[in-house]
């Protein structure tokens, strides 16, 4: 039976190019579940798929999902116990944020690279947008990037519109798949067009209103990219919830907080209100960045 990667999902159709290059339109067959995952969308943009030719039709069905790599999934909007899968198989993640117009928190950046972190899936941070920041915004943004870079991200400044530092995002993305993820408005989509402009993905507007992103990317799209590799552009996201995260494994999800956890009083120290806290004792000193350590919080508290 044909094997085939998934790179566009529509909820009940999916295209599926095989490995000559060709695309087919399919849908599944009955209903497929997960073993151990209880998601909205059972298939997701990479996803490898067997599949066969509908009788007397130009469709295909999708027979079986071929084991995953790695996924990166959310708690669904709708359904709180259930998970969305945003993308599958990935070498990386791209996340896309912006310090104004609209502005990206870093509890969601923090969310994400906790999810990320769960499936072992490398994650750049690049803040778009410089062209626009005043001195306290470019400020702010120096401050992040010093902190995520020290903890092991790669994180830099970007500009889709004048092309700033668009050449070393496509050196790192060369040649792999990579999923770009963030706010609606971030500039996800004008970053991919402008490293491959062949591609001509529709950019949005910034709302005057909110300065929020109007959502113009519907579906989850895998496209090929004219330096080589892949890119998944997925939809703006709101809010990142995480899905079936323990409190107990949580801080290992932090880098730094990884590193010096052991060295904490209590085996199961959770970093909050404990004595002889390695953590705290960290952000104390200013080893861990108290605002790092605050979504940490607030990610317990959920």
Known sequence: M???????????????????GMVVSCRLRGKIRLDGLRTTNPVAVGD???????????????????PRTNVIVRKSVNLSKESHIIAANVDQAILVATIAQPRTSTGFIDRFTVTA???????????????????????VAEELMKVYNNIGYQSFMVSAKTGYNCDR???????????????SGVGKSALVNRMD?????????????HEKGKHTTTFAQMYELCFGGYIIDTPGIKEFALFDMEKETLAQRFPEMRALMHDCHFNNCTHLHEPHCAIKDAVEQGVIADWRYENYCNMMDD
């Open 117 to 139: 972190e769960a499936y072992h899936i490398p994650t750049i941070i690049v803040f778009n947008k410089c062209d626009i920041y005043n001195e306290e915004q470019n400020a």
């Open 197 to 209: 402009p062949n591609l001509d993905i529709r950019v949005g507007e910034i709302s005057e209103v």
């Open 169 to 183: 995002l496509e050196n790192i993305m060369k040649d792999k798949i990579s999923m770009f993820s963030g706010h």
């Open 48 to 66: 490898l798929v067997n599949f066969e030719k509908e009788r007397d039709k130009d469709t295909c069905v999708i027979d079986k999902i071929l």
């Open 2 to 20: 044909p094997i085939g990667r998934v790179i566009k999902s529509t909820g009940s159709w999916y295209d599926v190019r095989d490995d000559a």
